[in-house]
């Protein structure tokens, strides 16, 4: 399945809902339309947003895909004239990062490709530890955006730079996990853009810490997060193999695949719960892809940094587009 946050022009809430064709079906409204005409009280249960649902997702996602049965069995038209709304076209919503505030973002370092250009650029060569150790860094959970929203052009920074990832989301939450049961905690996938300060980043991490400034004002997700078992058949030995692309005003900048992932999900969700928890709804970003910014690619070649007015828009296959205006 297919699960959205997303907000419409009839009400100010936030909604929970999934995507059937062109359309994105409201899981409380339809729970309520079935406790109604079909006199089945047994989806009210569900929470009305996707990081509650997340938090005891074994017993949500198997309500949440009987509720998918019921609904798509039905005529849609009749449905949407209903007074429960319940079904809105996915062109005329609002989208959220599919969970909007979760407790944390983590952001991992796992494709050799970029890790390799970056040191290169710094005068570093690869630290063998790299290739044991999933490495990440923290960053700000409350600058989180979702497709079509604008970002507002960061203030002290001529170097602003996008950064094409995927990110898993936390299913359950837990400590301590064995990369053997880590792949129990992924709920699903989403686009993840990494947006970047790079003038900023650079003067922290030459005394040793950051990219924390170079980071800290926007991250976007979205447009959905795919369950696991949508990708079933793009797996091939062991690994994700989903096309990655970033075009910037209708320009293709970059080109990978998930499969150069070096560290698998697994093995950063072992590292992650390492010693503390990690809870229902968090973020776990993959890192840059290879050839996935402009740091990479260097300016000269990609026509300057990103500016006020640009559109960034990325696509991973099976995942969808996640695009941004820069304003």
């Not at 709304?85 to 609002?94: D, L, N, P």
């Amino acid at each position: 399945m297919k699960f959205v946050t997303y907000k419409n022009n009839f009400d100010p809430l936030i909604h929970f809902g999934f995507k059937h064709g062109e359309n994105i079906i409201d899981i409380h409204a339809s729970a309520n339309w079935v406790n109604k005409e079909k006199n089945d009280d047994s989806f009210l249960s569900i929470p009305t947003s996707l990081k509650k649902a997340l938090e005891n997702w074994n017993i949500n996602l198997k309500k949440l895909r009987d509720l998918e049965k019921i609904i798509i069995k039905s005529d849609i038209k009749d449905i949407k004239n209903n007074n429960h709304s319940m079904v809105i076209e996915e062109s005329k919503i609002t989208f959220l990062p599919p969970v909007p505030n979760p407790q944390s973002f983590r952001d991992f370092y796992a494709f050799e490709q970029h890790v390799r250009a970056a040191r290169k650029l710094r005068g570093l060569e690869m630290h063998p530890d790299w290739f044991k150790i999933p490495i990440f860094y923290f960053s700000n959970p409350s600058a989180l955006y979702g497709h079509g929203a604008d970002i507002l052009y960061p203030k002290g920074t001529n170097e602003l730079d996008f950064e094409l990832e995927f990110s898993i989301i936390i299913a359950n939450g837990g400590s301590n996990i064995s990369q053997d049961e880590a792949s129990n905690f992924i709920g699903g996938y989403t686009i993840c853009n990494d947006w970047s300060a790079r003038d900023l980043q650079r003067e922290e991490m030459a005394m040793s810490l950051g990219p924390a400034k170079g980071k800290d004002f926007a991250s976007s997700f979205g447009p959905y997060m795919v369950t696991p078992d949508e990708l079933d058949k793009f797996i091939k030995e062991d690994k994700l193999h989903l096309e990655m692309t970033c075009h910037v005003n209708d320009t293709l900048i970059s080109k990978g695949n998930t499969n150069d992932l070096y560290h698998p999900f697994t093995k950063m969700i072992e590292r992650a719960s390492m010693n503390t928890n990690l809870l229902a709804g968090d973020y776990l970003g993959s890192g840059t892809v290879g050839t996935g910014c402009i740091l990479e690619l260097r300016p000269e070649n990609t026509n300057g940094w990103i500016k006020k007015g640009d559109h960034v828009r990325m696509q991973v296959e099976q995942l969808g587009i996640l695009e941004n205006k820069i304003i």
